[in-house]
């Protein structure tokens, strides 16, 4: 079972929290849930595809924030 954290933040904070996790860069995935426990969207991170993906995957999460009002994310680490 890969070492998890999870962290419950308002909508408007999510994008902030998922860039400081990608930055920090021992990540393997991401899983944002609303506040029913349900995976919204997953972002399963590797070295080479983050740095061409970062853009498009930030603008997904802002708007999938804008959409919730609490939700959950959970970074598996390596």
Do not use: H, Y
């Amino acid at each position: 079972m890969p070492n998890q954290e999870e962290f419950k933040l308002s909508g408007d904070k999510v994008v902030e929290k998922v860039k400081e996790v990608v930055k920090e860069g021992n990540a393997r995935r991401i899983i944002i849930k609303n506040e029913a426990g349900e995976t919204f969207f997953e972002i399963p991170l590797s070295i080479g595809a983050i740095g061409v993906l970062a853009a498009p995957i930030f603008a997904a999460v802002g708007a999938l924030a804008a959409l919730v009002t609490k939700c959950t994310i959970v970074v598996e680490k390596k």
